[in-house]
C-alpha cells in the first residue's frame, strides 16, 4: 500500500515539475531581468547596503532585516543541505548549474515580489499588516482575479503544513541527529509497525516544544529569534564550507568542470546525455525553487511586514535572499559534494550525501564533522519551520477572513505535523513537497507575469528619485 503510494506520489511530481513550470519560472526571471536591466547585478552593492541600515519611516510590523532574517529562516533550510545532494545524486553535479542560473534570474523574481508585497499591503483597523501574493492578485490585478489568490492561499498553507515547512525539515533534523548519535539504531523502539531510533523519538519530542513556545508569539517573536539565528547559522555553515574548498584547492577546478560539462552532457548515473541533462535541469530548477523559493511567492508574506515606505527598497533587499540562500550556501554544498564524489555512492540519500562530504572534506575528525553538520542542518530546519509557520498563518487568514479560531487549529496541525515528520519516508518527504511547491508557483507567477509593468515603473520612479537626491 505504501509503494502505492509513493508511486502515486512521485507521478504527480513528474507531471507537475515537468517543462511547463520549468519554462514559466525560467521565463519570468529571464523577463524581470531583462525589464529591470541586470537590476540583480547592477544594484546588488546598494541592495546588501539597505539590508543592513533599515529605515526609520514607513508603517510595519518588523524592520527590514527582521523581514529578510524571517524570510531567510523560511528559505535557509534542508534545501540547502539535503536538497542539493538529492539534485545531485538525481542529476549528476549539471544540477547545480542549473539551480545557479535558476537563483540569478531569480534575484530578479525575488525583487519583484518583495516590491508588489509592500506596493499592495493593506493594513486592517487594528494596525496589522496584510500582504503578500494573494493581496497584489487581488488589489493589483482585480477583484476578478480574486479566486487566483484563493488557490494560492490554499496552495500555500499545505506547503507550509504538508510541504517545506514541516515534514522535510523535522525528517531531516531526525535523521542528522539520529546518524551522530545512534547510526546503527543500537536504542531501538517499534512505532507504527517500523523500528526507529530513540535518538529520533526524543528529537522529535524536543523539536515539537520548542516549535510551539516560538509560533505561539506570531510574527514579532519569529522575527526576533530568525535575527538572532539565522545569521550564525549562515556564517557557520559558510566557514566549514570555506574550509572544505581551501583544504581541498587543487580538487576545486575540476569539480567546477565538472558540474559545467555535466550541466550540458548529462551525468552517465542520470542516463542518456539529452534525457539526464533534463533530469539535471529539472533537479537542479526544482531544488533550488525549494532552497530559495523564487517565484513560489512565501517571501513576499514576511516582506509585507517591513517598516519601509518604499516598495522597490525593500524588493533590494528581498533579492538578496536569493543570492545568500542559493549563489553561496547551496554553492558551498554542491562543490563540497562534488569534490568528495559523494553524490555517485548509491547507499546514500539526502542529508547522508552531506555528511559523508563533510567528512571527506573537512580536517577534522568524523565526529566533529558530523556534529558540525549536524548543528547547521538543526538551527537550518529549526527556523525553516518557524518561519513557515507564518506563512502558512497568512494563507489561512486570507482564506477565512481573518477567522481566529481557523488560524489557531491550523497553528496546532502544524505543530502536530511536526510531531509526525521524523516518521514519514525521505522520498515521499521530498515528493510531497515538490508537488505542493509547484501548485503554489503557478498563480504566483501569473501574477508576476501580469504586473511587471508595474515592476518596472515602481522602480524607474524609486531609482530616478535616489539618484536626484545624490
Known sequence: MLEQINKIITTVQGAVWGLPLIILILFTGFLLTVRLGLLQVRHLGKA?????????????EVTSFGALCTALSATIGTGNIAGV???LAAGGPGALFWMIVAAFLGMATKYAEGLLAIKYRTVDKDGHILGGPFYYIENGMGKNWRWLAKIFAFFGACVGLFGIGTFTQVNSIASAVTNFFDPKTANAVSLFGRTYSWSTVITCIILTLCVGLVVIGGIKRIAKVSEIVVPFMAVLYVALGLIIIFTNLPAVPGAVVSIVKSAFTGSALAGGAMGSMVVAMQQGIARGIFSNESGLGSAP???????????????????????IDTIVICTMTGISVVIAGSWMNPDLEGVEITMDAFQKGLPFPNEVATFSLMICLVFFAFTTILGWNYYG????EYLFNRNKSVVQGYRWLYIAAVFIGPYMTVAAVWNIADVFNALMAF????ALLALNGVVVRESKDYFTRLKAAK
Open 48 to 60: 546588501f547596503r539597505f539590508m543592513v541600515k533599515n529605515e526609520e519611516e514607513g508603517h510595519g
Open 393 to 396: 498563518e497568512r494563507c489561512v
Open 443 to 446: 498563480p504566483n507567477l501569473v
Open 301 to 323: 508574506i514576511a516582506a509585507a511586514a517591513a517598516v519601509t515606505k518604499e516598495p522597490a527598497r525593500q524588493g533590494l533587499v528581498s533579492m538578496t535572499g536569493t543570492f
Open 85 to 87: 545532494a538529492t539534485a
